[in-house]
């Protein structure tokens, strides 16, 4: 029966060429629009961890302005001063955590005709790895004795070592780095979290950086960040320990709170949600973190709302482009109802000579799906430009997040013959009640 | 005008009506705030930055090797530059502005501490600022030589005179009179204000600070820094990369990097903007000819339904005119009820944009011309329809459809 109705829709597709081609690119533009908006939406809110994002937290502290906070609402610095995260480091709450920043280093390569090029740099502790699940491809990063005393190693990110040593096992040739070499003790298999989100604030979609250094090389070589630096008060800064010293932030800090044996995640996150608080309790009695108490631990996907890594433009196109595709809508019920009740007279004959009025809508639901399914396919198309459109308009950094995937396609597919259903819904069961004899009697 | 018979008549066939007004409706709130988003944008967009944009490059150098020197790379740099063919001038320059990246800081017009600071962009530059980014100064004086100082590591040596902009001389001084007058920072530092010039940006375009700006004739001789270099008009494209090898030549302790046009930095400062007043003129393209199609359509639905009417209406003596303008008026009535839903809808929609987004509020002057829009893209869509309605032959009310 349902091919016999296909055969019937498509008949009367090409029956109303014009009226039939209206409805379809109405559903398409309408979906092009949502598609192409969603996309971009979806790719700069997906969780970059998922198997651990919601045992990730970032870890803020508000040690800002006594006078205004570091952003309405009430938020706290998405970074810490270096001694609040060096004090940190030393709870043994978390089962794993790292402070790091960013780095600029210049490499040096052997050849000395070649120009030193500048690299990016994480200069963090040996757990950066085991916290966010990094893969290696070969070797390992280094043990936490690296991060107390000075030791000149490096792990390569795989760009890096495909640049560098055409991506053989590196492990053991060493490196130049800012004029002194360093060892190469591991090297990344691909690995580019996409937001960034252990460092949002210096390019949430920027690359995983190429070189990864143990923390104990910041101070001895006075490795400054290349990040934002962001203070409150005007200090005078004139050496690296002023720097150290003051109340600038400057340093991310991750921890994992994903339970024990003995305790709950809920239980660890409270036990270092304490641990905090009373740290900063402690510092107000020296004069410092006079704001209210406000520290927080964000999750992964927290911290990326808290931080408005979906670009607000990005939001306000979403929900144009939804309020646009229900203009659509509008129009397709407008059109198909134009169009069943111009074939009103058929469908009575049907009914007269025995069709029920469940099969008569069925007829038309039919073909309201067929035109859902060409609308659909057509607005991947559309989509499909519009994310051409948009990588254009917006530039290099939006490589990765303008790609149409299956799910995403399919996603598309599904909502417009929803869609279409939906609007054909009201036309086809219209025009299934009306009465067949007065129909009839017309002809 | 036969406004209560039509009006009458549509009461009896709603349906079609009511989805027409719901699309002029919402047509209209999707217009209207776009187009106001997009006028904001082009607003933000034109802004003039008070420099020289055309004629200027910006450089970055970064020193790497241990025993480098900031303050003879610094002044060996500005001698090269500044000696090249088609260089106008070259300064110092703590951070490029509209780049994205630079520093801030409070100040304030009284020496208490506990007052309240306003924030505003510092530039750290030397006495050939003015000259090489073109700003314009409209009240003091340039800094002089011996004001300048270098901030080498382990000496705090802050210069005493500072330069700032128009907008925040008025931040800070209402009243006005701000040239001479003392700026104060954190607990001790006190500038003269020996000059004011019309415009200096921040590098933040978002910033709400982004005009007020404060500039101190200092040159700091750490590893990084950066110069910004007028050309000659005209010259810049083949200077870049002439600065480029200079500077590499004389240090190869470090590395160049970032020799831009700084309109190149400007435009790309604000594609984001340009970006969405792109894609907002390409959806409200969209949006009205969906709309206008729907109409035409349900329009030319409704006149063949009613064939059989118009031919009777015309053998009992309507003319071609009346028939015209029954449909216009029809459609009129239609979408006027879609404008009043749709200004509603409008406010209603800025109100959700204002409180969930930084946006601003609508400005009222939008809706008149919305409503106009919405009345003349209803008129025209409906025309062609409704004209082939009043050339119906008045025989037709005799024959069977």
Sequence with gaps: MFHYYLQLALKSLRRNPILSSLMVLAIAIGIGACMTTLTVYSLMSADPIPQKSEQLFAVRLDSWDPNQPWDEPNEPPPELTYRDAMALMR???????????????ALQPDDKSVPAYLVMGRISFADFFTLFDVPFQYGSGWDSSADKALSQVVVLGKRANDKLFGGENSVGKTVRLNDKAYKVIGVLDTWDPSPKFYDVNNGAFDDAEDVYLPWGIAVPYQVRTAGNTNGWKPEDIDTYDSFLNSELVWIQFWAQLGGSDKESPAEQKARYQTFIDSYVSEQKKLGRFQRPLNNRLSDVNTFMAEREVVGEDNRVLVGLSFLFLTVCLINMIGLLLAKFLGRAPELALRRALGASQWQVMQLNLVEVALIGVLGGLLGLLFAWFGLIAV???????????????????????????????LAGLYPAVRVGRLAPAGLLKAQ | MELGPIFRALLRNKTGAILIALQCALTLAIVVNAVFIIQSRIDKMGRPTGMDDDNLISVMSIGFVDD??????????????????????????????????????????????????????????DSHALNTLGLKLIEGRNFRPEEQKYLPERTLDYPRAVIISQAMAKELFPNGGALGKTLYSGAKNAYEIVGIVERMQAPWINWRGFERTVMLPLVTTEKYMRYMIRTEPGRRDDLMPVIEQTLNKLNNGRI????????????????????????????IGLIVAVTALGIVGLATFSVNRRTRQIGTRRALGASQQDILRYFLTENWLITSVGVVAGIALSVGLNIWLVESYSLDKLDWRYLPFGALFIWALGLLAVFAPALKAARTPPAIATRTV
């Design chain 1, 91 to 105: 709870s043994d709450i978390p089962s794993h955590q790292a402070a790091m920043y960013k780095g600029a280093f």
């Design chain 1, 391 to 421: 990588r254009a308009l917006y530039g290099d950094g939006y490589g990765a997040l303008t790609s149409l995937n299956a799910g995403l396609a399919m996603q598309a597919l599904i909502i417009a013959i929803a869609a279409s259903l």
């Design chain 2, 68 to 125: 480098f020197n900031g303050q003879t790379t610094v002044d060996t740099d500005l001698a090269a530059l500044r000696a090249l063919d088609g260089v106008v001038d070259a300064t110092p320059i703590n951070a490029i502005p509209q780049s994205g990246g630079g520093s801030s800081s409070g100040f304030r017009a009284v020496p208490e501490e506990q007052k309240q600071d306003t924030g505003a962009s510092y530039y750290e530059v």
């Design chain 2, 256 to 283: 160049i990097r970032d020799v831009k046009a700084h309109s190149d930095v400007v435009k790309r400062a604000y594609q984001e903007d340009k970006a969405m007043a792109i894609l907002l003129v390409s959806a």
